[in-house]
């Protein structure tokens, strides 16, 4: 069947008028464990940004979007999770069409039951930066993914008001951990502190110092940084407790200085959240199953939805306001756009 669509040729500046075009494209019926979902909302995420900013020239459009709430249409015929007119939320695979589409196929294996007591704006915020603050809170980490289970252990969260910080302030609060963040604005500030953040550390002063005044002399057990590996590293090293983990999200852009770590033995992790997609792994079901799982804290109102700005329509025009909103990096939460296409 043929679909709306945003799409891109090219890697072009998001001024550029043809960076993202509305387009029209053939989207084929599901097999064996592929879903089609009517797109319902789509989220922005950095990844968007830089994916076609780094996008070759193609001929045919390429469709970004890693974040969706949509309805199933029909299902493979090896499906056994996903029945059609399901409302469903996930983050999908990097490597296929995504979600800046009217309709998209995408393995039922990443996907869930979005929350039902959200609206589609709200969970359409979650898939992407949920599974990667899981993945490295309770994953990368050696921190126990169930309520109030990790009391006396701490985390230092680096970009806590972004999106995968928002999110995993929030887990890492139901999971009993001491959470501390970084924040340079009085609303970015506030927004953590809302979240949960313990303690929370101006970014533009010594945050070693500052740790110690707020009584954690000796730093923290672990730390996800979320901003700026090549700066962060450095700085965060030296608050890390020796045989601690320091995972990183921001893929760097220099040689990183890994003899840091030596000497208090620290380990170093990257986090991305497509790995298990790319490679076709087992584990990418786990992805389904995380996001039952929040759906499931959501409802309970244990989380609360990160969507702080949405676009209503999804179209070229709109998408390109999103991703220059995205570019900034000041972006407090998650911004969304809706359907209809028009």
Not at 36 to 44: F, K, N, W
Not at 118 to 130: K, V
Not at 155 to 184: D, E, R
Request: negative net charge; aromatic residues 6%.
């Amino acid at each position: 069947m043929q679909a709306s669509a945003v799409g891109l040729y090219q890697g072009l500046p998001i001024s550029d008028p043809a960076s993202l075009q509305d387009v029209t494209i053939e989207v084929g019926e599901p097999q064996g464990r592929e879903i089609l979902v009517a797109v319902m909302a789509t989220a922005v995420n950095p990844i968007d940004t830089k994916q076609r900013q780094g996008q070759a020239t193609v001929t045919e459009p390429r469709i970004l979007g890693f974040d969706a709430v949509g309805k199933v249409l029909a299902v493979g015929e090896t499906v056994t999770t996903i029945m059609p007119d399901d409302i469903v939320y996930y983050a999908g695979a990097v490597n296929r069409p995504g979600s800046d589409a009217q309709y998209q196929l995408v393995d039922e294996r990443l996907v869930a039951q979005a929350p039902k007591s959200w609206t589609p704006a709200q969970s359409a915020g979650l898939p992407l930066t949920t599974l990667t603050a899981w993945e490295a809170l309770f994953e990368k980490l050696p921190f126990v993914a169930a309520p109030q289970a990790n009391q006396g252990h701490s985390v230092l969260i680096i970009n806590g008001a972004g999106g995968v910080g928002s999110m995993a302030i929030q887990l890492a609060k139901w999971a009993g951990l001491t959470v501390v963040t970084t924040a340079g604005k009085i609303a970015t500030k506030a927004w953590v502190e809302e979240l949960g953040a313990d303690v929370v550390l101006d970014y533009h002063d010594d945050l070693a110092t500052q740790l110690a005044n707020a009584g954690m002399p000796d730093g923290v057990e672990h730390a996800i940084i979320l901003h700026s590996t090549d700066r962060y590293l450095p700085i965060v090293a030296p608050l890390v407790r020796p045989l601690g983990t320091i995972v990183a999200v921001v893929t760097n852009q220099e040689p990183l200085p890994m003899e840091l770590l030596k000497a208090k033995s620290l380990n170093f992790a990257w986090e991305f959240m497509f790995t298990k997609s790319d490679y076709q792994l087992p584990a990418m079901a786990m992805q389904g199953c995380i996001l039952a799982r929040v759906a499931q804290l959501a409802d309970a109102g244990e989380l609360v939805p990160t969507t702080k700005r949405i676009f209503d329509g999804i179209n070229a025009a709109n998408l390109r306001a999103a991703h220059e909103v995205v570019e900034t990096g000041q972006m407090l939460g998650k911004v969304v756009l809706t359907a209809p296409f028009k």
